[in-house]
């Protein structure tokens, strides 16, 4: 996946004595810090690199991220020097980034498919930027007031408009070209530029829009922390994903036979924007009957074949490979993430940022839905119809 920029580097002015000591990024709502909410949006995208361009405070963005590893990215933080604004921090990654990139604010929750704000190989222009409507920000004048052209092309309207920019962005490489290594806005002086030169598109999105840059909107969101939580099913793996084998376990990829309708019901679940979250007991590695490197295979190829059959995908596997009897000292360690304990799921739960309320889980065991209550997360028995059927079900879709 493509590199993603985040611009942390703001002094939050309209905040006040808010963020005198903390910048906006790291303030925190319901325990958790804003930019954490957004990692936990953007680590689905399995991005390569996250960069975090830093100025205000950039000593505490060091300490908390630089080169930290959070799923399959690793983090990335870029000393801006002298503040040079929203345009003219990107001039320092001009060197580090070789393809086309993604860029956001890094006080705006804006929770939409990134993957819909890629410009396709036939496009000519350098940009898109994701459009949302303008119902609260009255104060806002970075890129606000737009029109779309019929070709999805950017325009300053002369009427008032509803339109504005909702700060991700999808850049090709050229970009770079337009950036000075100076103090300039990447709104108000470079996307200008390439407005009148027909180069940037909007694409319009519903989804939910969330700027904490004023006070009225910090202390809205801080009540309402629901409103940047993710969905997520759980699923446990043998008897809901893959048929169990009575007389022993899963010890190679070709045991692993999908149950009906499973393909199709992830698909569906990645369709309807809820994590997929794979949380199952292995103790097999613990009795030293399978390696963790071979269950990890079996994992891999499981991905590989549903993203070839419908390009579907899990979007966490959390495994327990304890057993109390085990001769490896390391696999007696950890019992609390081995259901019915709920560690796998908090583990989960703190990783992706979930909204337990609006999210489920299906397992086949004792275990499972003993696990499932200690977190309060509601519970489905595997039924005996497809795992899509009982998706559906349960979506009443």
Request: hydrophobic share 35%; aromatic share 12%; with cysteine.
């Amino acid at each position: 996946m493509n590199d993603i920029v985040i611009l942390v580097g703001g002094k939050g002015s309209r905040l006040g004595k808010l963020t005198k000591k903390n910048p906006k990024p790291l303030i925190k709502i319901k325990n958790k810090r804003f930019l954490d909410i957004i990692l936990s949006k953007l680590i689905r995208y399995n991005f390569r690199n996250i960069y975090l361009l830093c100025s205000f405070k950039k000593k505490k963005f060091f300490s908390i991220y630089n080169h930290k590893k959070i799923h399959n990215s690793k983090i990335i933080c870029i000393d801006e020097g002298n503040p040079k604004d929203t345009g003219g921090a990107l001039f320092k990654l001009r060197k580090r980034i070789k393809n086309s990139f993604f860029c956001i604010n890094g006080d705006t929750f804006f929770d939409i498919d990134y993957n819909l704000l890629k410009i396709k190989k036939d496009e000519k222009q350098i940009c898109n930027i994701a459009i949302t409507n303008n119902n609260n920000y009255k104060k806002n004048s970075k890129v606000n007031n737009l029109s779309l052209t019929k070709k999805g092309l950017i325009q300053y309207s002369n009427k008032k408009t509803k339109l504005m920019n909702g700060g991700v962005y999808f850049f090709k490489k050229k970009i770079f070209k337009y950036i000075p290594n100076k103090k300039i806005s990447l709104e108000n002086d470079i996307f200008k530029i390439l407005i009148y030169k027909k180069k940037i598109k909007g694409i319009f999105f519903k989804d939910k829009f969330i700027d904490i840059g004023s006070k009225n909107n910090l202390s809205y969101l801080k009540k309402n922390p629901y409103l940047v939580k993710q969905k997520a099913a759980f699923l446990d793996r043998d008897g809901v994903i893959n048929r169990l084998i009575k007389s022993g376990y899963v010890v190679n990829y070709k045991q692993l036979k999908l149950l009906k309708g499973v393909v199709d019901g992830i698909k569906f679940l990645n369709q309807n924007g809820y994590l997929t979250i794979l949380v199952t007991n292995q103790s097999c590695v613990g009795r030293s009957i399978i390696s963790e490197k071979k269950l990890n295979r079996i994992h891999f190829l499981l991905q590989k074949y549903l993203k070839k059959r419908n390009n579907s995908y899990l979007d966490d596997i959390f495994y327990s490979p304890y057993y109390k009897h085990s001769k490896n000292k390391k696999y007696r360690l950890n019992s609390f993430d081995r259901k019915p304990n709920p560690g796998m799921l908090i583990k989960a739960i703190l990783k992706w940022n979930i909204d337990l309320k609006s999210s489920f889980f299906i397992g086949d065991s004792k275990t499972d839905f003993t696990a499932a209550k200690k977190v309060g997360v509601k519970f489905y028995y595997k039924d005996k119809v497809s795992l899509l059927n009982q998706f559906k079900k349960i979506l009443n879709k």
